[in-house]
């Protein structure tokens, strides 16, 4: 059994900050792929940006060079930094790790956290 706990979600103004950590528990042999997913209203879920083992990342358009991704190993946790926040930013921010109990990886998600930008 592997959970995902996700933090750091809240209000904030456009151009404003935000860092969202998203951290994994249970039974977990190891972690590959950790990464976030996001869904605005009446949208699909889209991809945020995820990073794999060796560090190695990869970003949706729509937050490139504005978003930045990083985890920590030993914690099992990932961390999006966002920086110059937008209107169009707000959603339910999913993190989402690809984890290995033993068996084989599997993904989980987090419960998400709402992120809401608004003058």
């Known amino acids: 059994q592997v959970q995902l706990v996700e933090s750091g979600g809240g209000v904030v103004q456009p151009g404003g900050s935000l860092t969202l950590s998203c951290t994994a528990s249970?039974?977990?042999?190891?972690?590959?792929?950790m990464g976030w997913y996001r869904q605005a209203p009446g949208k699909a879920r889209e991809l945020v940006g995820d990073?794999?083992?060796?560090?190695?990342?990869r970003y949706g358009e729509a937050v490139k060079g504005r978003f930045t991704l990083s985890r920590d190993n030993a914690k099992n946790t990932v961390y999006l930094q966002m920086n110059r926040l937008e209107l169009e930013d707000t959603a339910v921010y999913y993190c989402?790790?690809?984890?290995?109990?033993?068996?084989?990886?599997?993904?989980?998600w987090g419960q998400g956290t709402q992120v809401t930008v608004s003058a």
């Open positions: 989402k790790m690809e984890v290995d109990s033993g068996t084989g990886y599997r993904g989980y």
């Open positions: 249970g039974n977990i042999f190891s972690v590959h792929g």
């Open positions: 990073i794999i083992s060796d560090g190695k990342s």
